[in-house]
C-alpha cells in the first residue's frame, strides 16, 4: 500500500532553514506529482507547494513563494521541501501528499490528493 514517511522537521529560529523530506514507497513515485501541504494549530490544511512527476514544472503558495523550493528524486522515491527564512507563521505539522492520478499535473485542490504521511513537526520560535 501507499506510504509516505515524511522527515526533518525541528525547532528552528525565525530566518532559519529546514529541509524536508519524504519518503515514498507502494506506488510508482515517478509517474505521481506530489505536493507538501501542512496544518497550523486550530486551522485547516494548508496547500503550499506542488510538482510534476517529471520534475519540470512547480508551483507554490504565496505565502511561501520566494523562500520554499520543492524537488524530488525519482530515482530514490523522494520528495523534499527546502525552507529558508523561516517565519513563526510557517509552524505547521507538515505532510507530503500523492496525487489522486498519474500523470496529469498536480493541482492545489486538497481534495485531489488521496495519500498522506503521518507529518513532521515544524516550529519557528525565537
Known amino acids: 500500500q501507499v506510504q509516505l514517511v515524511e522527515s526533518g522537521g525541528g525547532l528552528v529560529q525565525p530566518g532559519g532553514s529546514l529541509r524536508l523530506s519524504c519518503a515514498a514507497s507502494?506506488?510508482?513515485?515517478?509517474?505521481?506529482?506530489m505536493s507538501w501541504v501542512r496544518q497550523a494549530p486550530g486551522k485547516e490544511l494548508e496547500w503550499v507547494s506542488h510538482?510534476?512527476?517529471?520534475?519540470?514544472?512547480?508551483d507554490y503558495a504565496n505565502s511561501v513563494k520566494g523562500r520554499f523550493t520543492i524537488s524530488r528524486d525519482n530515482a530514490k522515491n523522494m520528495l523534499y521541501l527546502q525552507m529558508n527564512n523561516l517565519k513563526t507563521e510557517d509552524s505547521a505539522v507538515y505532510y507530503c501528499?500523492?496525487?489522486?492520478?498519474?500523470?496529469?499535473?498536480?493541482?492545489?485542490?486538497?481534495?485531489?490528493?488521496?495519500?498522506r504521511g503521518q507529518g513532521t513537526q515544524v516550529t519557528v520560535s525565537s
Open positions: 507502494g506506488f510508482p513515485f515517478r509517474f505521481y506529482g
Open positions: 501528499a500523492k496525487f489522486y492520478t498519474a500523470y496529469r499535473p498536480p493541482s492545489r485542490r486538497m481534495s485531489e490528493y488521496t495519500d
Open positions: 510538482i510534476n512527476h517529471l520534475d519540470t514544472t512547480s
